[in-house]
C-alpha cells in the first residue's frame, strides 16, 4: 500500500513561515512528478506546487515568490518552504504525486491574520 506521510503544518501569524515534509517510499518518489496541493474550506483542491524527479519546479500564481519546493531524493522526501503567509494560504495541505492519488493523509496550515 502506497503511503505518504506529511507533517509541519500548524498555526502561524500572517507574513510567517511554515515548513511542510512529505517522506514515502522510494518507488514513488523516483519516478513521479511530485506535487503539494491545498484544499481550503469549501473550495477545490488545487495544485500550489510541483517539481519532477529531475528537479524541475512549477507553481501556482498565488504562491509564487513565496513558496518553494524542493526534493532530497536520497531520503524520498519533499518539502514546501512556505514563507511571506497569508490568511489566504490557509487549508489542508497534501502531499502526492502529479496527478493527484490520494496517497497522502494531509496536515492543516493556518495562517491567522
Known amino acids: 500500500q502506497v503511503r505518504l506521510v506529511e507533517s509541519g503544518g500548524g498555526l502561524v501569524q500572517a507574513g510567517g513561515s511554515l515548513r511542510l515534509s512529505c517522506a514515502g517510499s522510494?518507488?514513488?518518489?523516483?519516478?513521479?512528478?511530485m506535487g503539494w496541493y491545498r484544499q481550503a474550506p469549501g473550495k477545490p483542491r488545487e495544485l500550489v506546487a510541483r517539481?519532477?524527479?529531475?528537479?524541475?519546479?512549477d507553481y501556482a500564481a498565488s504562491v509564487k515568490g513565496r513558496f518553494t519546493i524542493s526534493r532530497d531524493n536520497a531520503k524520498n522526501t519533499v518539502y514546501l518552504q512556505m514563507d511571506s503567509l497569508q490568511s489566504e494560504d490557509s487549508g489542508v495541505y497534501y502531499c502526492?504525486?502529479?496527478?493527484?492519488?490520494?496517497w497522502g493523509q494531509g496536515t492543516q496550515v493556518t495562517v491567522s491574520s
Open positions: 502526492d504525486t502529479v496527478p493527484y492519488r490520494n
Open positions: 517539481i519532477t524527479s529531475s528537479g524541475s519546479t
Open positions: 522510494r518507488s514513488v518518489f523516483s519516478i513521479n512528478v
